[in-house]
């Protein structure tokens, strides 16, 4: 079993930052894609970033450019630095991993961690 525990999310004011953190305990065998799904009030879960076990990446339009994923492979953590936040941001954040263990390849997924941007 693998587990997914989120951490970082809170209130802040539109432009603001904040650092979302993820990290992965179990038995694992191998992480090959991490990465962050949200959903905000109303609305169906979607795709924010991801990294690879290469580094490569991926972002979704809306946070292009705002957005940094990074991935500590040591410690079977990623992170999302969030800055120039907005309140079409707001929503609750997912932490996932496409990974393998004993129990063969699969996702995992996180609690979810809440962002509030508003003034």
């Known amino acids: 079993q693998v587990q997914l525990v989120e951490s970082g999310g809170g209130l802040v004011q539109p432009g603001g930052s904040l650092r979302l953190s993820c990290a992965a305990s179990?038995?694992?065998?191998?992480?090959?894609?991490m990465g962050w799904f949200r959903q905000a009030p109303g609305k169906q879960r979607e795709f924010v970033a991801a990294?690879?076990?290469?580094?490569?990446?991926n972002y979704a339009d809306s946070v292009r450019g705002r957005f940094t994923i990074s991935r500590d492979k040591a410690k079977n953590a990623v992170y999302l630095q969030m800055n120039s936040l907005n309140p079409e941001d707001t929503a609750v954040y997912y932490c996932?991993?496409?990974?393998?263990?004993?129990?063969?390849?699969?996702?995992?997924w996180g609690q979810g961690t809440k962002v509030t941007v508003s003034s």
């Open positions: 179990g038995s694992i065998g191998s992480i090959y894609v």
């Open positions: 996932y991993a496409d990974l393998s263990s004993g129990s063969g390849r699969y996702t995992s």
């Open positions: 990294v690879t076990s290469s580094g490569g990446t």
